[in-house]
């Protein structure tokens, strides 16, 4: 899937016929995360390797995409499909969303970019209990925080395809070279964040269930 999404982001770039890269869902969630009951074990480097690699192209691939980016969250989001919004040019989301990033109760570590986007959105301390603590932010919130452009009702999401149609058919080129400039500043700290954010998960893969609590206070 990973591989597919990025082929496709990167294909779409290339595509003078495509002016606005939208991702959305399918049924009641957005994105459930990845499925940790298919994940590699430590004792497979080759295969982390591998999964890891696929991951930092996909969160490579949102960091460089030249054209709007545009992200509609119809359902409750977990893990790098809320990590990976900060990378999103704009995004819309149903009231019935939450986003949560329980990467800590996995013994896991973030990515995404979030270690270095979630703190200048929605400040230190927010960003350290969603990306520590795995807290539940709801849609309203999300809003508030910055990390959510617009919300809408869950039964008139209709309003934002017609949104984004609107959007779509505005000139292409001013909103390439604006997001070009803006881009600029920070575009070599996302993919740093990347890189460094893979290294540290690969080594906690290695680490297995070291990192896993063994006690409880």
Not at 76 to 101: E, N
Not at 134 to 142: I, Q, R
Request: glycine share 6%; net charge negative.
């Amino acid at each position: 899937m990973y591989k597919e999404l990025t082929d496709l982001i990167n294909n779409s770039a290339n595509d003078d016929t495509v002016n606005v890269l939208i991702l959305t869902g399918t049924g009641d969630f957005f994105c459930s995360g990845n499925d940790l009951s298919q994940q590699p074990t430590n004792s497979n480097s080759d295969t982390v390797e591998q999964i890891l690699c696929l991951v930092k192209n996909y969160v490579n691939s949102l960091i460089l995409y030249p054209k709007l980016s545009i992200c509609i969250v119809n359902g409750p989001a977990i893990g790098i499909a809320v990590t990976t919004l900060a990378l999103f040019d704009l995004v819309f989301a149903s009231d019935k969303a939450y986003f949560r990033t329980p990467f800590t109760s996995l013994g896991l570590t973030a990515e995404g970019c979030s270690t270095y986007t979630f703190p200048k959105i929605m400040g230190a301390t927010k960003a350290c209990e969603m990306l520590y603590l795995g807290y539940k932010m709801d849609a309203a919130e999300a809003k508030e925080r910055g990390l959510v452009t617009q919300v809408y009702k869950h039964n008139c999401m209709d309003e934002v395809w017609k949104h984004v149609e609107n959007i779509s058919s505005l000139p292409i080129e001013p909103i390439i070279k604006t997001k070009e400039m803006i881009r600029q500043w920070n575009k070599h700290t996302l993919l740093k964040a990347n890189d460094l954010e893979i290294e540290v998960l690969l080594e906690t893969y290695h680490k297995g269930s070291t990192y896993r609590p063994k006690s409880k206070i």
